[in-house]
T-cell receptor, first 110, second 114 residues
Framework: GQNIDQPTEMTATEGAIVQINCTYQTSGFNGLFWYQQHAGEAPTFLSYNVLDGLEEKGRFSSFLSRSKGYSYLLLKELQMKDSASYLCAVRDTGANNLFFGTGTRLTVIP | GAVVSQHPSWVICKSGTSVKIECRSLDFQATTMFWYRQFPKQSLMLMATSNEGSKATYEQGVEKDKFLINHASLTLSTLTVTSAHPEDSSFYIC??????????FGQGTRLTVV
């Protein structure tokens, strides 16, 4: 089976840094994705990791450790518009399906 | 970037009627499209995977006769909710794959069955 865990909710202050963790136990692994989803809207792609290490893209960075089944999304210089749900998803081997975690609802406060 | 358009954005229908939702890849050919549903404050649940020209693969527990999926071309997949009931009210989202690993999502369709 597929098990992907994220914290349900997080709160952080505008201008600060926040790290959202994701742990996974899946039957296969062929990449990990992070998506941002605002309420009532479709998810938008943030990052993709298939090898261990850190991927940086502007204010967003994502880290992967395959041996530990662990990833995190790092958001720097938080802005109010970053308030959203952040979804961790794992792609299975041999298929293109994505399995999503429950998502982390991030609230940025002034 | 790749754009996926989903239509309609929202629909209200009477119980017992059918509703069709379209998912189009606008600037790329989608070899595979996926349909999800999402309940409030929950994550996306994969319903089915569709490949152009072949039958969709449904996830366990999803009724194929109730949720009809057609992927007639490389840019269009449709989901028809047949004989809709209030419990089918949900947010339905499609995603599409081109040649790479990134899934691009449509805007979603909020279905309300009254």
């Amino acid at each position: 089976g597929q098990n992907i865990d994220q914290p349900t909710e997080m709160t952080a202050t505008e201008g600060a840094i926040v790290q959202i963790n994701c742990t996974y136990q899946t039957s296969g692994f062929n990449g990990l994705f992070w998506y941002q989803q605002h309420a009532g809207e479709a998810p938008t792609f943030l990052s993709y990791n298939v090898l261990d290490g850190l991927e940086e893209k502007g204010r967003f960075s994502s880290f992967l450790s395959r041996s530990k089944g662990y990833s995190y999304l790092l958001l720097k210089e938080l802005q109010m518009k970053d308030s959203a749900s952040y979804l961790c998803a794992v792609r299975d081997t041999g298929a293109n399906n994505l399995f999503f975690g429950t998502g982390t609802r991030l609230t940025v406060i002034p | 970037g790749a754009v996926v358009s989903q239509h309609p954005s929202w629909v209200i229908c009477k119980s017992g009627t059918s509703v069709k939702i379209e998912c189009r890849s606008l600037d790329f050919q989608a070899t595979t499209m996926f349909w999800y549903r999402q309940f409030p404050k929950q994550s996306l649940m994969l319903m089915a995977t569709s490949n152009e020209g072949s039958k969709a693969t449904y996830e366990q527990g999803v009724e194929k006769d109730k949720f009809l999926i057609n992927h007639a071309s490389l840019t269009l997949s449709t989901l028809t909710v047949t004989s809709a009931h209030p419990e089918d009210s949900s947010f339905y989202i499609c995603s599409a794959l081109g040649g790479g690993p990134i899934h691009f999502f449509g805007q979603g369709t909020r279905l309300t069955v009254v």
